[in-house]
């Protein structure tokens, strides 16, 4: 890729931009008022406004390997923290893909050198969900169902944080488990039942 073209690119960006609203960018400069925080995957081919056909300021993104939300990652529970005491974002997304590179690497005995430890997390979902996951002999199929499964555990993450549970009682935030299906470029709603998931476990969880 020429890296200079991208500059180009952005030029035709503004231009078409303040085509169609000269006062775009002085009302996009005045903040930030989204509604959705999107937590999903670095890939490069999954690109979050684009999918969900939002504009500028209407979703706060955060994107890792595998859309992952470890309790231990700063980042992540940074962002958590901001949009929902913060911009009071009303919904948490968390988008998972179909064929995500991430997930099938811990899916293989590989010494992946600093991926190790972040990879573990995907281990240790399927190591919770392994008597499921053993009974799919397809390998396609265990593979992308372990991408759902690492999407509700995910989820089931940020649902065990103090921001997430206060805005839950407070306000009704929602939480979303979704993945993206990049053969068809479609979004699936996994309509995981969050209630029943966590009924066993939301005494040990729970936060005042």
Request: proline share 2%.
């Amino acid at each position: 890729m020429d890296i200079k073209r991208i500059f180009t690119n952005n030029q035709k960006w503004v231009d078409g931009k303040l085509k169609r609203d000269t006062n775009y960018f002085n009302n996009l400069s005045k903040g930030q008022n989204p509604d959705i925080l999107y937590i999903g995957c670095s890939d490069s081919r999954v690109t979050a406004e684009e999918l969900m056909g939002v504009a500028p300021g209407e979703a706060f993104i955060h994107r890792n390997i595998a859309n992952m939300v470890p309790n231990t990652d700063l980042s992540a529970m940074s962002v958590i923290d901001y949009a929902v005491l913060h911009l009071k974002v009303n919904h948490v997304v968390v988008c998972g893909h179909y064929y995500c590179g991430g997930v099938k690497a811990a899916m293989e005995s590989k010494d992946l050198g600093i991926l190790n430890p972040w990879l573990r997390n995907i281990r240790d979902v399927y190591r919770t969900h392994r008597i499921e996951l053993s009974k799919i002999k397809d390998e396609n199929l265990r593979y992308n169902r372990l991408v759902e499964l690492n999407v509700q555990e995910q989820c089931i993450n940020v649902i065990k944080t103090a921001e997430v549970q206060r805005a839950f009682r407070d306000r009704g935030l929602t939480v979303h488990g979704w993945v993206f299906d990049i053969h068809s470029g479609k979004l699936i709603d996994l309509k995981i039942d969050f209630s029943k998931i966590m009924k066993n476990v939301m005494e040990i969880y729970h936060l005042e």
